[in-house]
T-cell receptor
Framework: GESVGLHLPTLSVQEGDNSIINCAYSNSASDYFIWYKQESGKGPQFIIDIRSNMDKRQGQRVTVLLNKTVKHLSLQIAATQPGDSAVYFC??????????FGKGTMLLVSP | DARVTQTPRHKVTEMGQEVTMRCQPILGHNTVFWYRQTMMQGLELLAY????????DSGMPKDRFSAEMPDATLATLKIQPSEPRDSAVYFC????????????FGSGTRLTVV
């Protein structure tokens, strides 16, 4: 069936570096994508979303890039901080249907 | 801040017992999801409601799981009888169809079946 997957299970960076977390999706009908951050013991927290009619969207210190040609999504975090350490999930949806989540990538930020 | 409230936060029960988990979605949200999270399977969709009507519960074991929305302020997920393999964190999320900002998740119910 359709699925959303992540290339890297763990990403380790130094504080102040930029981080890039990648996600591949396989459902060509997906038109809405979300990145979530999950800290230990908490529920997933919305970070940023993007619709399929866009290829880039920026938030505060975060940027999401969407490449529909190769079905690839990435989350860029600028000037990564220790508080950014968490598991990051991408999720995809089509036509306001349910969200399908990837397996997650753990981001570890060293001071 | 508006939040999704889940109770209980933790539940330990014996195999065979009934478990009921509750969720209060954000006021005004018309979409409610139940997800289960395990290390092996990640986040799996169990059930999905829109305007209180169940739209998709294909991810839920029908023989033991049931999900309902008795009113717009309460969603329940029930397991009867519970089994050790049901041990997981169960999340409820709510949202408003057609709006951005994704869906808001609750803090989850950590269920342990012994």
């Amino acid at each position: 069936g359709e699925s959303v997957g992540l290339h890297l299970p763990t990403l380790s960076v130094q504080e102040g570096d930029n981080s890039i977390i990648n996600c591949a999706y396989s459902n060509s009908a997906s038109d809405y994508f979300i990145w979530y951050k999950q800290e230990s013991g908490k529920g997933p927290q919305f970070i940023i979303d993007i619709r399929s009619n866009m290829d880039k969207r920026q938030g505060q210190r975060v940027t999401v890039l969407l490449n529909k040609t190769v079905k690839h999504l990435s989350l860029q975090i600028a000037a990564t901080q220790p508080g950014d350490s968490a598991v990051y999930f991408c999720a995809e949806s089509s036509g306001y249907s349910t969200l399908t989540f990837g397996k997650g990538t753990m981001l570890l930020v060293s001071p | 801040d508006a939040r999704v409230t889940q109770t209980p936060r933790h539940k330990v029960t014996e195999m065979g017992q009934e478990v009921t988990m509750r969720c209060q979605p954000i006021l005004g949200h018309n979409t409610v999801f139940w997800y289960r999270q395990t290390m092996m399977q990640g986040l799996e969709l169990l059930a999905y409601f829109r305007n209180r009507a169940p739209l998709d519960d294909s991810g839920m074991p029908k023989d033991r799981f049931s999900a309902e929305m008795p009113d717009a302020t309460l969603a329940t997920l029930k397991i009867q009888p519970s089994e050790p393999r049901d041990s997981a964190v169960y999340f409820c999320a709510s949202g408003l169809t057609g709006r951005s900002y994704g869906y808001t998740f609750g803090s989850g119910t950590r269920l342990t079946v012994v």
